[in-house]
């Protein structure tokens, strides 16, 4: 991949790379380190690519593969508590740092599809194929990550 095509899909990827990357880990620095490595891995790949959707969908599968092999790496047996994380991001509206919350506390494969179907707009074919699992398991991550955030949020819980 040449310099400057790099560069322009750095800019564009970048908050998505780092947005699916931090639901993934609940970090905000491992999610630095995978963006780090997901964009790296893309200047090193030397096949065409033969559209913007095909390097978007790139991206997203590389960056979820990342992810999981740090998951399972025996370094995250050490993990720090949602509580002790030094750095939250700021949001617009009082609502959304409790959702945000809540979501960060669900289990890693509930917060991935809820990324990629509110954030990366993917349909749930797509989200069970860039993850390698069937249409009804997406669905039924989704249905209960929505029923969790819904019994945690009670009256708050708006499901738009």
């Known amino acids: 991949m040449d310099k400057a095509r790099f560069t322009a899909a750095a800019r564009q990827y970048q908050n ?11 970090s905000p620095q491992d999610a630095d380190d995978a963006v780090q490595e997901v964009f790296l891995r893309l200047f090193r790949y030397k ?10 969908r790139w991206l997203l599968r590389v960056t979820v593969n990342y992810c999981r092999d740090v998951l399972k ?13 030094p750095e939250t991001p700021v949001f617009d509206k ?4 409790a959702l945000y919350r809540e979501v960060m506390a669900l289990p890693e494969k509930y917060r991935t599809v809820l990324n990629l179907f509110y954030y990366e707009e993917l349909s749930v074919r797509e989200i069970g194929e860039l993850l390698g699992v ?13 029923r969790r ?8 819980w708006q499901d738009e």
Do not use: C, I, N
């Open 73 to 85: 790496s025996p370094w995250r047996k050490r993990r720090v508590s949602w509580e002790e994380l």
């Open 94 to 97: 009082p609502g959304q740092a």
């Open 134 to 146: 069937g249409d009804s398991t997406v669905t039924t991550r989704l249905a209960r990550a929505r």
């Open 149 to 156: 955030l819904k019994e945690r949020l009670g009256e708050d």
């Open 16 to 26: 998505m790379v780092y947005r699916t990357a931090l639901h993934a880990l609940g």
């Open 47 to 56: 096949e065409p690519f033969a559209g913007e959707e095909h390097l978007r």
